[in-house]
């Protein structure tokens, strides 16, 4: 396999005695569109700025490699990157067309190809030329400008493309439209594409892998159904999507081969099973452990007590609210040893009348034991 | 009270009575709310006061003096004459004008390209911004007056400066400082370097480092930057700051009297001298008026000479 684009190796950077990233290691391959997710203050933006040279590694901080090379102290204009930035950083002074002509100018691009790329680049981002060449920043709304910002980027044909939450100071609608149309423009060019968020949607629509950062670090790296489906802590299943979790404390080993099972008695009454089948899922567990799992509220179903499908799992429990959301319902179940549990159930025509549930009903939240995951501490 | 004309605020307001009588009170407000544009005009009321009494009327008074014959003892005689713009293209006087502008022209010069690094570096000065700026405003806490004087005792033939410099072997003879138009520069410069540093800070202030970081990455070098970034953004604010420089520079009168020789005589000088010991009011006024004409054709070519594509390159790139 070719050289990755983009490599980062044990990179750690502080500011003033505090670590902003700390030993975070990947690597992107060409062509993919890669996001960095998370809250505010995890490192992520820290993470995009050493890979564009705005920042270098502390001095044992690793090495940020571009197209093969290490890159820790060449700045941001020696690297072959383009970057997109959170207000746009739009110069205000200069017409849409100076503004995308800038980089191809300090690149001493012949004239003669000047205004053939600045058209191009424009159209590519579906601004016509002849409407918004002259006109300022200023002139222009907030999609607009984010299209001259891009136009401006990719002018310069760059490996790598760096955007800094470049959606988060536009409306909804327009950012699903520009969502779709980020993720073409990098399938169309074939340019690396990383992206930084805080929305988790927007990284799960938009992106082939996804880097799920948490204080300083990578919290997990896969695709969006990898990290959805596998979280593997509290912190990722929480920020993906939301999740339902169980603690409980490991009782037995039961069955062999692909079915065997950890038997675990919960902290809410009861008890359930996790599948013990892949070692990998269940390093470390034994009987007397405690143990923490998070099982998704489409994963759960919810029966009557005594009507619970044979080989699920079930926990008793008394319905506390029901909220009708369009496509869904969501019932929250409080548990007969406390604590509440959401259960998702789709809207598949009967739902709405009569209600199936409704509080103070009994019930059990049913799950098939495969369909949770064991979560590894924070 | 006449309708559009300008309310009397103090009239109006001291005339509503206490809560006792909310009635008239009510009324006025009632009247304020109504018309929006009313409240905008008691607002600007007191300034405008102020400069119609102390400046617009002094003004109009003066390009009339300017048309008068001089009286004997100061003051005006009835009639009308042409004679004091007249002796105004004298060549000792028209010499005096070009002295003036040179002189205000070069102040600027100078304070704007000493006064940009200041500002620029109190802007980069982290958590010491707060004191630089402080003490760039230091100076306003003495009078003009008194720091001229400070001047001179720095700068004469037995001053600090001199002093030392022989104390250290570097001259052997006192340099002449004091009375040279150089002494005149130093203490305009000194005097103006302020007003010239505050709205550039002002302006490099709001400057979005992002842009900065833009032009980086697209390919900018520091001087590229700087060139296509920085000034542009912050022309307003160098703009500004030669406006209030060169202004009260071209009129000065104080600096140059105190630290400039016989031969470094300002138009403001001029001015002054008419008023007070030569007695000739209308060529005093006829000196300003003229002044003041000269200052307003220069600051409107300044104004038009701002380039239109702010970053010196004109032009589109398509077509």
Redesign the interface.
Known sequence: MADPVVELRHVSKSFAGTKAVRDVSFSIERGEFFSMLGPSGCGKTTTLRLI?G?ETPDADGGEVRLLGAVVNDK???ERQ???V???Y???????V??N????L???RTPKTE??GR??AALSLVRLD?ATF??RLPAQLSGGQRQRVALA??LV?EPAILLLDEPLGAIDLQLRKEMQLELKSLNKQLGTTFIYVTHDQEEALTMSDRIAVMSNSRVAQLGTPAEIYENPRTAFVAKFIGESNFLDGTVVDRVGAGDAAWWSVESAAGGRFRVPAADPSRTNGIAPGRLLRIAVRPEWLDLVAPDAVPPGENALRGAVRDVIYLGETMHVVVTLAGGGDVTVALRNEGQLINPLPWRRGDEAAVAWRPEDCQILEED | MAAGGLPDPGGGLSAAPGPAAPGPRRRLLAWFTRRPETEAWALLAPGTVWMLVFFAIPVVVMCGYSFMPRGTYGGVDPGFTLEAYARFLHPVYLKILERTFVVAIVCTALCALTGYPVAYAITRSGKWRTLLLFLVVLPFWTSFLVRTFAMIFLMRDTGLINTWLLRLGIIHQPLTMLYTPFAVLLGLVYGYLPYMILPIYASLEKLDPSLLEAAEVLGARPAARFRRVTLPLSAPGLIAGSLLVFIPALGSFLTSDLLGGAKGLLVGNLVQNQFSTARNWPFGSAASLILMTLVLIAVLIYLRLRPAGADGRRGGVLS
Not at chain 1, 100 to 103: C, K, S, T, W
């Open positions: 564009a705005f700045r941001p204009y990157i383009a970057m930035f959170q207000n950083a739009l110069f205000p002074h200069l017409s067309e100076r995308v002509a800038f980089g100018e300090q690149r000047l205004a600045v058209q030329p060449a002259r401006r980027a310069l």
